[in-house]
């Protein structure tokens, strides 16, 4: 459908907008064009809308370099196995992926600000993902029971990690950024094989319930030198872990300062560590 008749810009839309199934008519693997003709002009795709295709029969799709954003559900439970979020692309819909059960890799756009909830919700081959240094949040339930999930690099910057983000996922070891200043309820529940926890916050804040809760009994919480004491005041933080040892280097080492005297001579000239500078 058009979206704007001043820019020229249309959005893919879900069928069943105009009467059709969607069911019978997004099969198999699919390419999205940059341009579409209408009545003599040519419109840039811009936009896939909410839903556009929502359980539909799609195992592969090609994304032009023209997309700007993807809506809420746009992909939700398709046969979809990898797929290119291209750069273009700045804003990704709420549960976009979720209950893609064939999905297993995907490449996202470096222009995202955020995850957003359940958007790989229930994904349980997705294995091969990374997530951009320009995204700051990641939403709730965003990669919950990704149980092929075995690593992922949360980025410097990330400030806000949702409830049950990483719930029940297949994740052996974590680093958590000295960017992160909120982590919801739940957000690691349930990830029986997480080892290695690697907070980088030197100063540690209240944190959701049971945000570590079931993980691994003999998991190990690495903490900046120097903040033992002042992560355990902060239980959540501290209880599910069966070791806490604080052998990350520290973000914010001490400086060393100096005080240098300059003595004036009184005849043009300055005493400085011995030596005799001349104005």
């Given at each position: 459908k058009i979206t704007s008749e001043t820019n020229r810009e249309i959005c893919v839309t879900n069928p069943t907008d105009l009467g059709l199934d969607r069911l019978e008519i997004y099969i198999g693997a699919w390419s999205i064009p940059s341009t579409v003709s209408y009545n003599g002009i040519n419109y840039t795709v811009s936009s896939i809308d909410h839903q556009a295709f929502t359980s539909c029969r799609l195992t592969s799709i090609s994304l032009p370099n023209t997309l700007v954003t993807i809506g809420d559900e746009a992909f939700c439970s398709t046969y979809i196995e990898t797929i290119i979020i291209p750069n273009s692309v700045n804003s990704i819909g709420k549960s976009v992926?979720?209950?893609?059960?064939?999905?297993?890799?995907?490449?996202?756009?470096?222009?995202?600000?955020?995850?957003?909830?359940?958007?790989?919700?229930?994904?349980?081959?997705?294995?091969?993902?990374?997530?951009?240094?320009?995204?700051?949040?990641?939403?709730?339930?965003?990669?919950?029971?990704?149980?092929?999930?075995?690593?992922?690099?949360?980025?410097?910057?990330?400030?806000?990690?949702?409830?049950?983000?990483?719930?029940?996922?297949?994740?052996?070891?974590?680093?958590?950024?000295?960017?992160?200043?909120?982590?919801?309820?739940?957000?690691?529940?349930?990830?029986?094989?997480?080892?290695?926890?690697?907070?980088?916050?030197?100063?540690?804040f209240n944190i959701g319930d049971g945000v570590f809760k079931g993980i691994s009994s003999t998991a190990t919480l690495h903490l900046p030198q120097g903040t033992t004491s002042q992560y355990q005041e902060y239980p959540e933080w501290t209880q599910y872990f069966s070791a806490i040892v604080d052998d990350l280097a520290n973000p914010n080492p001490p400086v060393t300062t100096y005080t240098l005297s300059i003595r004036s001579t009184g005849n043009g000239t300055a005493n400085y560590g011995g030596s005799a500078i001349r104005g």
């Open positions: 992926f979720s209950n893609c059960h064939s999905l297993r890799s995907i490449s996202l756009s470096s222009q995202l600000s955020s995850i957003p909830d359940g958007a790989f919700g229930s994904c349980e081959l997705l294995s091969d993902i990374t997530i951009p240094n320009s995204v700051t949040s990641i939403g709730q339930i965003a990669f919950y029971g990704c149980e092929n999930l075995k690593s992922i690099n949360i980025p410097d910057g990330i400030k806000t990690i949702g409830g049950s983000a990483f719930n029940k996922t297949g994740l052996s070891s974590v680093s958590i950024p000295s960017s992160v200043n909120r982590i919801d309820y739940s957000a690691f529940y349930g990830c029986q094989h997480l080892e290695n926890v690697y907070s980088y916050v030197f100063n540690p």
